[in-house]
C-alpha cells in the first residue's frame, strides 16, 4: 500500500519529442525480465533511442510509441500503482500531445495516474487548448502551484541535508521557493558540503537555460545586461548599454516577463523572479 512507479519525462523547445518526454523515462523504468516479457514493445521502445534512428512519419511514430507504451505500462501496473509525469508542456508538440491522449485514454482501464505540468506564466499555449478537449472525454483535474512557503522549503532541505537549519535561509533566497531549485541546491550541498560557492549545479542551468530558449536575442542581451547590473537595472540603463530603442527593450522586457523571468516596477526597475536567473 502507498508504493507507486513514477516515470518522469519532460518536454523542451526543439528536443526530440516524444522520445525525451515518454520514451527514455519508460524504458529506464524497465528492467530487463520487463523487456523480455514485453518482447516487440521493449524492441519497439529501444529502437526509438538508438543514435540516428530515423522517426519517420509522425502518424507512424503515434502508433509505434503508442502501442509500446501502453504495453509497457500495463506490465508496470500488474505491480504498482503507475504515475506518469511530464513537464514542461507547454513545449509539447503535436504528435507528443496525441500520443499522451492514447495513453489517457488506455491507461484509464489499467488505473494510471496522468500528472501533465504546464507553466501558466507564458501564453496558452496549444496544450492548454488540447488539455480543454481531453476534457470533454476524460476526467481532468488542474490544480495551480506556486513558489512554497519557507517551511515547506525547509523541510525539503531536510530531507536531503544533515543539518537544514544551517543552509534552510540561504537556499530558500537562492530559489526563491521553486521546489525543483530547493531540492538541486540541498543536493549539491549534500554532495559537496559547506565549501560549496560555485554556480549552479550544471543540470539545473541546462533547465534553466531551456527557460530562456525562443525569447530573441534582444531579450536574451536584455537579461544580461539586468544580471551584470543586479538591483540598479532598469530599462533606461539597458537601453543606453545596449543602444536599443525605448520600444525595443519594452518589447524586450514583456517577453521576460511573460516567460516569468524578470519584474518590472511602474518606475521601469527591473527584478528577477528569483535569484537563479541572475546566476
Given amino acids: 500500500a502507498g508504493v507507486a512507479t513514477v516515470i518522469s519525462g519532460s518536454c523542451a523547445p526543439g528536443s526530440a519529442a516524444p522520445i525525451a518526454a515518454i520514451v ?81 485514454r488506455g491507461g484509464f482501464e489499467l488505473g494510471v495516474t496522468i500528472a501533465l505540468v504546464e507553466r501558466t506564466d507564458v501564453e496558452r499555449s496549444e496544450f492548454a487548448h488540447w488539455l480543454d478537449a481531453l476534457g470533454r472525454d476524460l476526467t481532468v483535474r488542474s490544480i495551480g502551484l506556486g513558489p512554497i512557503e519557507r517551511a515547506a522549503a525547509t523541510e525539503v532541505v531536510a530531507a536531503v541535508l544533515p543539518d537544514p537549519e544551517a543552509w534552510s535561509d540561504e537556499i530558500f533566497r537562492a530559489s526563491g521557493g521553486n521546489p525543483l531549485l530547493t531540492v538541486e541546491l540541498a543536493t549539491l550541498l549534500a554532495a559537496e558540503g559547506a565549501e560549496w560557492t560555485g554556480p549552479l549545479p550544471d543540470r539545473t542551468q541546462r533547465l534553466l537555460t531551456a527557460r530562456t530558449a525562443g525569447l530573441g536575442a534582444t531579450t536574451c542581451s536584455l537579461l544580461e545586461v539586468a544580471a551584470l547590473l543586479g538591483d540598479a537595472a532598469c530599462e533606461a540603463d539597458a537601453a543606453a548599454v545596449l543602444g536599443l530603442t525605448a520600444r525595443e527593450v519594452r518589447s524586450g522586457t514583456m517577453a521576460a516577463e511573460a516567460a516569468g523571468i524578470l519584474t518590472t516596477d511602474p518606475s521601469g526597475d527591473w527584478a528577477f523572479t528569483h535569484a537563479a536567473w541572475r546566476e
Fill in 24 to 104: 527514455e523515462p519508460l524504458l529506464a523504468r524497465l528492467s530487463t525480465e520487463d523487456r523480455v516479457a514485453l518482447g516487440p514493445s521493449a524492441i519497439e521502445l529501444e529502437r526509438l533511442v538508438l543514435p540516428g534512428e530515423a522517426l519517420g512519419d509522425p502518424a507512424m511514430l503515434e502508433v509505434r510509441v503508442g502501442r509500446a507504451a501502453l504495453d509497457a505500462l500495463a506490465l508496470l501496473s500488474t505491480r504498482t500503482h503507475v504515475v506518469l509525469t511530464v513537464d514542461d508542456m507547454q513545449w509539447s508538440d503535436a504528435v507528443t500531445r496525441r500520443i499522451l491522449g492514447d495513453i489517457a
